[in-house]
């Protein structure tokens, strides 16, 4: 602890660390509580003029967070408007948006996979893949949820691809009834598993040498790369959910103009 003056005030530093796998947001917030508590107690009496206010990083943390409120939906917009401009439907902007939502849970699945000792706790080469991807307990900090938002740029490649072919078979084929509309998804939907693949697997490839990555920076690139290697893993599944979607959409549109 030291003292000093600041604004003609004494002023008082009192330092102190969270343990490892607490955010630091949280810990302050809980110092904070608890301080709160032991005043409305009377255990902790402190003296009339004299305050206290947490500082330091936690502050930059919080600002932090709160621009992320605001940035995150706004980008959410900003995709799902740069999806309406390239394919002018909004039901096929949705469905290709459905990719966010896997991405998103793939991100959070990865981030609790790395707090499990059991993950990957093997030799390979005589190397632990989790000494090798530095494996530990992250916390939802900003780093954490740029990486989310670096995700949602890039998970609905696969989706575009995938809709935008289906889109051109079916302007070009026009397809007239129910088992036309299902062959014409299944044909559209395979001669694009090799493109999604190759695309997925560019990516998490590429985010291999960050996820390993030591010495300074290491402790924010990590961090941001984790829930875009576990969303786009997870990101796959839209290879079959947007086709079915897609299908089910232009059957309720042939059902709807045949009963016309």
Do not use: H
């Not at 600041?6 to 608890?34: H, I, N």
């Not at 096929?92 to 939502?101: C, K, V």
């Not at 299902?182 to 990516?203: D, I, Q, S, W, Y």
């Not at 040498?209 to 990101?235: E, H």
């Amino acid at each position: 602890m030291m003292i000093r003056g600041e604004d003609t005030f004494l002023v008082g530093y009192v330092m102190f660390d969270r343990r490892a796998g607490y955010a630091e947001v949280e810990v302050v917030e809980d110092a904070q509580r608890l301080l709160d508590e032991k005043i409305q107690s009377g255990d902790l009496q402190v003296p009339a003029g004299v305050r206290f206010v947490f500082s330091g990083s936690y502050e930059n943390q919080v600002r932090a967070q709160q621009r992320l409120q605001l940035v995150i939906p706004l980008s959410l917009a900003v995709i799902f408007l740069i999806l309406y401009l390239q394919f002018r439907s909004t039901a096929l902007s949705l469905m290709i948006f459905t990719s966010i939502a896997m991405a998103f849970a793939g991100g959070f699945i990865m981030l609790y996979l790395y707090g499990q000792e059991g993950f990957l706790n093997v030799e390979v080469l005589g190397t632990n893949l989790r000494d090798l991807f530095q494996m530990q307990q992250f916390n939802l900090s900003v780093a954490v949820w740029v990486g989310f938002i670096a995700l949602f740029g890039i998970a609905t490649d696969d989706g575009v691809v995938m809709g935008t072919y289906l889109k051109q078979s079916f302007d070009k084929l026009k397809p007239q009834s129910r088992e036309e509309i299902r062959e014409a998804v299944v044909a559209a939907g395979l001669k694009r598993v090799r493109p999604c693949l190759m695309t997925t697997a560019t990516t998490l490839l590429a985010l291999l040498p960050v996820l390993s990555s030591s010495g300074r920076g290491a402790d924010i690139m990590i961090p941001m790369a984790i829930p875009a290697f576990g969303g786009m893993a997870v990101a796959l599944i839209s290879l079959f959910i947007v086709p079915v979607l897609y299908g089910f959409y232009q059957e309720l549109k042939w059902r709807w103009q045949d009963e016309k």
